[in-house]
Nanobody, 126 residues
Framework: QVQLVESGGGLVQAGGSLRLSCTAS????????MGWFRQVAGKEREGVSC????????YYADSVKGRFTISRDNAKNTLYLQMNSLKPEDTAMYYC???????????????????WGQGTQVTVSS
């Protein structure tokens, strides 16, 4: 059984940083393309970032480029999202996900996501 468990969310002031973690079981991260999505209540879940299993190439939504960094620690089977220079508009529930390819994340194609984590809340105060 696949489980993705996120942690690291919280309340931070604008300009601050957080690092989200997603620990996987039943699934090997480096053999899977992984992504982060976020969702604000009442809105569609949007893709934030992705790391390809085949190339380890990373991709980002325009809204977070230059501020967020996705990475993974294969030994710990854990995915990370380092978030710097946070803005109030980054406030959302953040989910990690296993996806067939990074286009799934970049095109907000929630229906193609293979597995979801339960989410971790990030709140950025102004």
């Amino acid at each position: 059984q696949v489980q993705l468990v996120e942690s690291g969310g919280g309340l931070v002031q604008a300009g601050g940083s957080l690092r989200l973690s997603c620990t996987a079981s039943g699934l090997t991260l480096d053999a899977n393309t992984m992504g982060w999505f976020r969702q604000v209540a009442g809105k569609e879940r949007e893709g934030v970032s992705c790391i390809s299993s085949a190339t380890s190439r990373t991709y980002y939504a325009d809204s977070v480029k230059g501020r967020f960094t996705i990475s993974r620690d294969n030994a710990k089977n854990t995915l990370y999202l380092q978030m710097n220079s946070l803005k109030p508009e980054d406030t959302a529930m953040y989910y990690c996900a296993a996806v067939p390819f990074c286009g799934t994340v970049l095109n907000d194609d929630n229906a193609r996501v293979r597995y979801w984590g339960q989410g971790t809340q990030v709140t950025v105060s102004s």
